[in-house]
């Protein structure tokens, strides 16, 4: 089975900007979670979305948001841009969505905010 | 507030040599405990997941113990080779389904 998969891998932008990423996960799982890594934070849970609907939500502003399309696909959306959002961003999914599941992680996308 | 935290930062070791890294954990109540490796600039890879009713579990050169009551899990692994070399993140799942981690222990293995 292919893994988790996330594009763009590499993507800059300046302040102000939105952007777009996308995660698709492991064939079949129905889970995705979403993570922002950051060298002064570490890893910081954003969302989750189980069959379409949001699950679970961090503490992180508005300005970032996501959605699952119907084949499990998942998009966050960053508005507005500030510098402190350049993070290498982790997209992870499990089969049914339960606690006890395994997550499987994508390889990142990491965007620098200039 | 679930507060996880892996002790040491960075750890270099001679190739060969038996380690075990430690991550601990500030409420007890969690559902499960999972190690992660992460390659620099790569995403996480999944090494071991301990659910709270078990006491380790193991893969390979690696063995994870969990004791939940005391807050603590170590990963321990045999015989380290220089393609050990990583940072290695614990990661507690605790209400809901969002995984609260470490900031990682940074593993160089010289041959």
């Known amino acids: 089975k292919a893994g988790v998969t996330q594009t763009p891998r590499y993507l800059i932008k300046t302040r102000g900007q939105q952007v777009t990423l996308s995660c698709s996960p492991i064939?079949?799982?129905?889970?995705v979670s979403w993570y922002q890594q950051t060298p002064g934070q570490g890893l910081q849970f954003l969302f989750e979305?189980?069959?379409?609907?949001?699950?679970n939500k961090g503490n992180f502003p508005g300005r970032f948001s996501g959605r699952q399309f119907s084949n499990s696909r998942s998009e966050m959306n960053v508005s507005t841009l500030e510098l402190g959002d350049s993070a290498l961003y982790l997209c992870?999914?499990?089969?049914?969505?339960?606690?006890?599941?395994?997550?499987?992680f994508g390889p990142g996308t990491r965007l620098t905010v200039l | 507030k679930q507060e996880v935290t892996q002790i040491p930062a960075a750890l270099s070791v001679p190739e060969g040599e038996n380690l075990v890294l430690n991550c601990s954990f500030t409420?007890?109540?969690?559902?499960?405990l999972q190690w992660f490796r992460q390659d620099p600039g790569k995403g996480l890879t999944s090494l071991l997941l301990i659910q709270s009713s078990q006491r380790e579990q193991t893969s390979g050169r690696l063995n994870a113990s969990l004791d939940k009551s005391s807050g603590r899990s170590t990963l321990y692994i045999a015989a380290s080779q220089p393609g050990d070399s990583a940072t290695y993140l614990c990661?507690?799942?605790?209400?809901?389904?969002?995984?609260?981690f470490g900031k990682g222990t940074t593993l160089s293995v010289s041959s």
């Open positions: 979305y189980f069959s379409e609907t949001q699950r």
């Open positions: 409420d007890s109540a969690i559902y499960n």
């Open positions: 990661a507690v799942n605790q209400a809901g389904t969002a995984l609260i």
């Open positions: 992870a999914s499990r089969a049914s969505g339960s606690r006890a599941d395994t997550q499987y």
């Open positions: 064939s079949g799982h129905r889970s």
